[in-house]
């Protein structure tokens, strides 16, 4: 059977139509940011107090100022305890200002935001004092959508196509994302965040597929990495909405509803034509090809398509090919790490976006803006230093990033503030090349089912993110000190895996031993050059000489 690569370079590695179907998946990704870490901005900290209006059934006539003074106990700095008030009593007026209150409880009238400011999540399902916690809670039941979107659709998408389940995901991620803007329950909120985190998941793993299957070898990382840009945009994106729109709500339908907008992608998206080919699709993987050559303004030869034919039938993969050969079962077990540790440096330095001790709108701005660049340098990064050493020298910096924070005073807020951004660039850095490099790790067969178990892992650590920044309680250092333990060692753990630059990727779970890959890269070095010059050969040369 001739390599499949082989119809990619005559139609061009990174033509027109390629370009065009990156922009159609980079798109969903803009939207992205406002469901991963836009729950930030809706539950920004507000002054609050207990609801005493009992008292005001017994003196009407009294002054708010009044009403607190004689219903509120005051910390050691003065002001008004947040959680705690003083429990009613049946005295008249002049006996409660004679004697006052001693007796302290909980709030249970509810509480009152004096600040007057838009509804918020913290103010209209009042998640404060013991309520507080929930707010991570939901975060971490969003992580569980990611992790279950992981689970469903990056099988679904090796069964029955990359199409039709990025279409699914873009739809639910649309339709309950605007739901989610209407509930009346803070429990209601959780559940269809959880749904939205599914379809995140699953748009982010599928868009992976369709970016990597459709070019050619020298152009992979820079498609994946062209549509990750999206969401460093993103996030910018969503530091200037969240700071013009207050009200939760409104921010909601703004990151949910354009997603809708894309319904037209019935029409214009196509499918892989390299899982048609494993699938025994051939006719309907030459239809797709011919359409994308006559985009690109090329021609096909006849010869060549007619040898689109596979040698045998390629069964599905499953869950269990990628632990029955040692060279793959290695493979999945590093990358499922490394994705945990990409994922609890990432998201624990987003969601510690309150901490840096600096504005949370400007945080974020600077987080967005240091993002794009990250995922540019990954392009250069990654063809010059190769796959492995990138993703090992990135995962070790982003974790020591967060062990020295641990160790800086809190009064230093600009120092911890440069630690972050450096850990949050090479945390996005390190994510962005563990995209790239797991689609080029497992074949096409297991391809979203191993990325899917990758992905699986990430949400795991992202479930845990939000949890275990509960226990700065007990000392602000404990978060960060996890946050990047992992990295580190995950870091280490990288350079056991082989090196993926510059080879084709590989269809059957036959076709995965680095000596296998060693000797495509070789064969299409030698082609490449008869074709295209010298310039790609060194190309291919550049990344051989990291492995």
Known sequence: MTEFGDFISALGEFGPYQK?????????????????????????????????SWILAIGPNLTEEEQLNLTLPRDEDGAYEQCSMYSPVDWDLDSIMAYGLNDTEKCSSGWVYPSAQPPSLLTEFDLVCDRKDLNDISQSVYMVGLLLGAIFFGPLSDRIGRRPVFLMTIILQGLFGLATAFVPHFYMFMAFRCVVGAAVSGIQITELALATEWVGVNSRSKAVLISHCCLAIGQMILAGLSYGIRNWRLLEIAGSAPMLALFFYIWVLPESPRWLVTKGKIEEAKKVLQKAASVNKCTIPPGLLEQLKPEKKTKSGSFLDLFRKKPLWKVTLIMSCTWFADSIVYYGLSLSVTNFGLNIYLMQLIFGVVELPARFACMFLLQWLGRKKTQAILLLLSGLMCLIITGIPEDQPIVTTVLGIIGKFTATASFSTSYVYSAELFPTVVRQTGVGLCSTSARIAGIMAPLIRLLEQYHRAIPMAIFGSPPVVVGLLCFLLPE????????DTG?????????????????????????LEKDVYRCSESK
């Open 500 to 507: 993926t630059c510059g080879v084709d990727l590989a269809d």
């Open 511 to 535: 076709a995965t031993t680095p000596e296998v890959s060693s000797r495509r890269l070789d064969s299409l070095s030698e082609k490449e050059t008869t074709e295209d010059g010298v310039h």
């Open 20 to 52: 065009l179907l990156v922009l159609l998946l980079s798109l969903p990704l803009l939207l992205n940011p406002f469901q991963m870490i836009g729950q930030v901005f809706m539950v920004v900290d507000e002054p609050h107090h207990c609801n005493t």
